[in-house]
């Protein structure tokens, strides 16, 4: 069964880097790439189905990820779809902010290709099944990266 990502970041380095990894961990993995959170939200409008995660940037031009989760929370088609926060910082207010306006997750983005790869494989082998116990783990089992917001 394929499974569809979407991932709203505007850094190319890290978007290659991301779809590589998915790439490497299953091929049935569909990932969606939107430069900025307006962009997102429309790929989201042309999708037949809701993707089964979203991961939003925080600092994105033109529309950043507070103000994309922000809509996508207020849209009964995506309300319900977990959305993961990622960021090169790992600021505890922004944390606040993003479990506030209902993010699941707050990722701080990893500086090498294995640590990202490890941390997107547990969270694709689980997301039909137990996203947040999944989360959870990885942050109570000590990943530098991974901060579970529920």
């Given amino acids: ?31 969606h790439c939107a430069e900025n959170g307006s962009e997102a939200l429309q790929i989201l409008n042309t999708l037949d189905e809701a993707p089964s995660v979203i991961f939003l940037d925080l600092n994105m031009p033109i529309m950043n990820g ?5 809509e996508l929370k207020s849209d009964k088609r995506y309300k319900d779809v977990p959305v993961i926060m990622i960021s090169t910082s790992s600021h505890k207010n922004d944390m606040d902010t993003a479990s506030k306006l209902g993010a699941i997750c707050y990722f701080v983005k990893p500086n090498n290709f294995k640590d990202l790869k490890q941390v997107l494989h547990s969270i694709t082998s689980n997301l039909e099944s137990s996203l947040k116990d999944t989360i959870l783990s990885l942050h109570s089992g000590g990943s530098r990266h991974v901060f579970y917001l529920g």
Avoid at 5 to 23: H, K, P, Y
Avoid at 66 to 70: H, Q, R, Y
């Fill in 66 to 70: 507070w103000d994309c989760l922000k």
């Fill in 1 to 31: 069964m394929k499974k569809i990502i979407l991932l709203a970041d505007d850094d190319r380095d890290d978007t290659e880097m991301f779809c590589e990894a998915l790439g490497e961990i299953d091929e049935n993995i569909k990932c």
